[in-house]
């Protein structure tokens, strides 16, 4: 069975501080797909990355990082020089169907990033 | 860009009620999920659909069912609504199940509030 495990329940920093929100997956399949979600006040979740098993390159977009790293089963997301708009729970979530998000996600409990001015 | 809505952003409901959740989605969209999230357990599958009047459940399909007459849009029925359906209600959409590039989109989100 799948599972991904969010341990950071609520992190609370200074605006421009770095963060890294952790992600923990189990999965017995050798391919697989994880994702980052964000979800701010108004609800709707935001799709903000998705990495296959086979690729193993950390990525960069702006102030977002991931950092994936398959001996740990570890999925992390850093922001940073973080902004008041950071501020959302983000969730991590798994798929282990061939075609990525074509079946249903996992996700992990969510972190509820707080940015304080 | 994806665009999916939900029918309603905020509900309230009686016990017993039967209700209607509907999503729709605009990019020709193969598969499309509908999520329950509650706080401390985060978001889960309920049911889920891969093309027109077929569905497959999720994790917690019970006290619910789904219709999917059309591949746009895809309802979620409460045939009978109970106070433990509280919740907030997201639906997905994804392109095709044999993508390797796909990815779920989400909708607004439906506040459902049964009293």
């Known amino acids: 069975a799948q599972k991904v495990t969010q341990a950071q329940t609520e992190i609370s920093v200074v605006e421009k501080e770095d963060v890294t929100l952790d992600c923990v997956y189990e999965?017995?399949?050798?391919?697989?797909?994880l994702f980052w979600y964000k979800q701010p006040p108004s609800g709707e979740l935001v799709f903000l990355i998705r990495?296959?098993?086979?690729?193993?390159q950390n990525e960069i977009s702006g102030r977002y990082s991931w950092n994936f790293q398959k001996s740990t089963s570890s999925f992390n997301f850093t922001i940073t020089a973080s902004q008041v708009v950071d501020s959302a729970v983000y969730f991590c979530?798994?798929?282990?169907?061939?075609?990525?998000?074509?079946?249903?996600?996992?996700f992990g409990k969510g972190t509820h990033l707080i940015i304080q001015p | 860009d994806v665009k999916v809505t939900q029918s309603s952003r905020y509900l309230v409901k009686r016990t017993g009620e039967k209700v209607f959740l509907e999503c729709v989605q605009d990019m020709d969209h193969e598969n499309m999920f509908w999520y329950r999230q509650d706080p401390g357990l985060g978001l889960r599958l309920i049911y889920f659909?891969?093309?027109?009047?077929?569905?497959e459940k999720g994790d917690i399909p019970e006290g619910y069912s789904v219709s999917r007459e059309k591949k746009e849009r895809f309802s979620l029925i409460l045939e009978s609504a109970s106070t433990n359906q509280t919740s907030m209600y997201l639906c997905a959409s994804s392109l095709n199940r044999d993508s390797r590039t796909d990815t779920q989109y989400f909708g607004p989100g439906t506040r459902l509030t049964v009293l």
């Open positions: 659909s891969y093309d027109v009047k077929m569905k």
């Open positions: 990495r296959n098993s086979f690729d193993e």
């Open positions: 979530a798994l798929s282990e169907a061939p075609g990525g998000g074509a079946d249903g996600l996992t």
């Open positions: 999965t017995r399949d050798t391919t697989y797909y």
